[in-house]
């Protein structure tokens, strides 16, 4: 069966494949492909092909089938069904196995896809397939076109107003034919361009692509010594729409290959600089032995990579190129310019995590000050970060910040793994505290101060008035709200054992802020900053108090400071215990545990212990349960042990007869004999 996915408020539906049979299992017997697991379809295409019908390729147990799946024209329709007469070969659209990556995109009624085209996966290709314009695809077992590549995303960008000039482009990483020798395989992340009006060629390279190029995707940390530090892996990629749709902003999450050095980094890119590669020189290598160097003989006319249309040229049609043309293509898929980042490094990075990087989402919010762009970075242990960057101290220079650490379409967020989907809301205004600073200090784009609470922030609403805040540069107060300072700060008491270590926690509500901890003696005594030694030790968390002394005793603050502002997060009073009085407590507790106690609790008091959630302390449902007996009419003690209350046979007839004459149901009620449990003969 075929998983999909469908609105939440409606049940989840499957459609039965009924070409999925076992008659395909014997095809796979003795290959190292036969697990049961991975005989089944997965869906690894899925598209909205117009109002009624989704596009969607599988596996197919091997066998990769393509079919239309008809949803209505509203989702109370409920209608979701499989059109069995539009089944047809996935071969260049799905993988045969469910372990390979595959890519696409749905440009007008044509799929643009980039995928393994056989069962061991060596023959990896770009397909164009549907649509009227012939099947067209990547030249087969050359490695300077394609060199195992892993398809990550692709993307329909046009290039100008006239549609003849609308590109195709691939994301993928692949093993670098042009890397550095005696280092071994290498991978590199690429972004590859097609034409979409790319027909083949005419002699040469009939049926394939001639406007195939591809370069470099670089995302690099400098360094001061001259080196860099270079994300390699690519993830995951995100376009995100801007006004004009032909310069939209592309954000790419990367990873190290090193195996020493680990880290994830998200850098975004400009158009503008990915056509300028494609625009630059080629890349060429004269013959086995000689290094790779820029192209410096004669480019032929059109320039190869150019759509044939009236906006840069008078050819019409791809199969009017000349021979040279062709040729050159053949030869020189690959640019020698990288595509580099916007500002030459990552807009947000973390180094020596227990985590990496995988998938991002990105939302632009409209501000009063300017807009944002927040990013959702999904990692391999199943958390999301929601990341903000703003100006420090101007628009010209920029910060990240981590907004939060999220743990699992308006507004919403969607999270899809193997097995499941989880829903998670854009914004959580309320975590960040009742006033307007914590609110501010926050800068989460998403919400703003009202001037009573911290709220999710409504563009063009008049909300917003006298007495509201909502920036996210250089941070300013407008709210007028009581101080942080003034309101109630939690405090607690802890006890430290002489000589062993205690630990003091405080986590702030916003990750930016800077714990200070600062200590007194008693009240009366002023303040002092807590300084850090080889004793006393900051965590991630708060500080460790090792080999605790009796002078350590007394009142700890915890205050978060952030932008010159500064609250209280936590008190905490210290008492510090001599050991030789804690293990006279743990043996005084220990004799009491021996001590036998004979009376038997009756099952009914039992249960009054166990299950009493409005109550503190055993006293208070002890004391409850005596009361409630002593008002109690005194009955004469049964005649048998306190373990069985059982009534007289008189009792248990007449109680027989009254509940006959009123009696709607087969059954009736008998009342619970009152035993105390076996595991409860001591106490």
């Known amino acids: 069966q075929s998983q999909f996915i469908i609105p939440h408020h409606l049940s989840p539906t499957s459609i039965y494949d009924p070409f999925l049979g076992k008659e395909r299992l014997p095809f796979l017997k003795g290959s190292a492909f036969a697990f049961q697991a991975e005989c089944m379809n997965f869906v690894k295409i899925l598209h909205l092909y117009n109002r009624t019908h989704l596009y969607a390729c599988g596996t197919g147990a091997f066998h990769p089938i393509c079919g239309f799946v008809e949803v209505g024209q509203r989702v109370e329709d409920s209608v979701f069904k499989l059109d069995f007469k539009s089944l047809e070969d996935g071969k260049g659209k799905s993988p045969y196995d469910p372990n390979h990556t595959a890519a696409s995109v749905l440009a007008g009624e044509e799929l643009y896809s980039g995928v393994a085209t056989d069962l061991m996966g060596r023959d990896f290709t770009i397909f164009r397939s549907l649509g009227l314009r012939p099947s067209v695809r990547t030249e087969q077992h050359d490695s300077r076109w394609l060199n195992e590549p892993e398809f990550i995303d692709v993307f329909w960008i046009p290039e100008s107003e006239n549609p003849d000039d609308d590109k195709i482009f691939f994301f993928f990483r692949e093993t670098a034919v042009e890397g550095s020798q005696g280092l071994g395989k290498q991978s590199f992340a690429r972004i590859g361009q097609i034409c979409r009006n790319d027909m083949g060629g005419q002699r040469s390279l009939v049926n394939k692509w001639t406007t195939f190029l591809k370069a470099r995707l670089v995302c690099t940390v400098p360094c001061t010594d001259g080196s860099d530090t270079h994300f390699d892996h690519l993830h995951d990629v995100f376009l995100l729409p801007t006004r004009d749709k032909r310069n939209p902003l592309l954000y790419a999450v990367f990873t190290t290959s090193s195996t020493v050095f680990k880290g994830s980094a998200v850098c975004v890119y400009h158009m503008n600089d990915i056509r300028r590669a494609f625009l630059g020189p080629f890349a060429h290598k004269e013959g086995p032995n000689y290094q790779w160097v820029s192209y410096q003989g004669r480019v032929p006319y059109p320039r190869p990579g150019t759509c044939p249309s009236k906006t840069f040229g008078t050819f019409s049609s791809t199969k009017d190129y000349p021979d040279d043309v062709i040729q050159f293509a053949r030869n020189h898929p690959l640019m020698y310019n990288p595509v580099l980042p916007h500002g030459q490094r990552p807009v947000f990075l973390q180094t020596n995590m227990d985590h990496i990087f995988t998938r991002i989402a990105v939302d632009r919010v409209a501000a009063a000050d300017g807009h944002y762009d927040v990013l959702f970075i999904g990692t391999d242990i199943g958390t999301v970060l929601k990341v903000v960057t703003v100006p420090n101290d101007s628009w010209q220079n920029m910060k990240e910040l981590l907004l939060e650490e999220l743990q699992v379409f308006k507004q919403q967020l969607y999270l899809g793994s193997r097995t499941s989907i989880s829903q998670l809301s854009l914004h959580r205004c309320g975590m960040y505290g009742k006033a307007c600073a914590e609110c501010c200090l926050a800068r989460d784009p998403y919400c703003a101060w009202d001037g009573t609470t911290c709220t999710r922030y409504l563009q063009n609403t008049k909300r917003y008035g006298q007495g509201s805040a909502y920036r996210l540069g250089p941070v300013t107060f407008g709210g007028q709200s009581s101080n942080p300072q003034k309101t109630s700060v939690p405090e607690r008491k802890i006890y430290g054992v002489e000589g062993s270590s205690t630990f003091l926690e405080c986590l702030p509500k916003s990750l930016q802020a800077k714990i200070v901890w600062t200590y007194q003696k008693t009240r009366s005594d002023p303040q002092k900053e807590v300084l850090l030694d080889s004793r006393v030790i900051r965590m991630e968390r708060g500080i460790l108090l090792r080999s605790v002394q009796r002078k350590d005793a007394g009142f700890y603050y915890c205050h978060a400071t952030e932008h010159g502002f500064t609250q209280g997060v936590l008190h905490l009073q210290l008492e510090v215990i001599h050991a030789q ?25 039992f249960l009054q212990l166990v299950d009493h959630p409005n109550l503190s302390t055993m006293d208070q449902v002890c004391e409850q349960l005596w009361s409630r007996k002593s008002h109690q009419p005194k009955k004469k003690p049964p005649p048998l042990s306190p373990l069985f ?39």
Do not use: C, V
Not at 584 to 602: M, V
């Open 645 to 683: 209350n059982i009534k007289s046979k008189s009792q248990k007839w007449k109680h027989l007869e009254e509940k006959q004459k009123g009696r709607s149901r087969r059954t009736h009620e008998m009342p619970r004999a009152e035993r105390a449990p076996r595991s409860t003969d001591i106490w």
């Open 581 to 605: 009085q804690a293990d006279s407590l743990s043996l005084s507790r220990e004799e009491e545990s021996t001590q036998p106690f004979h009376r038997k609790l009756w099952y009914q008091d």
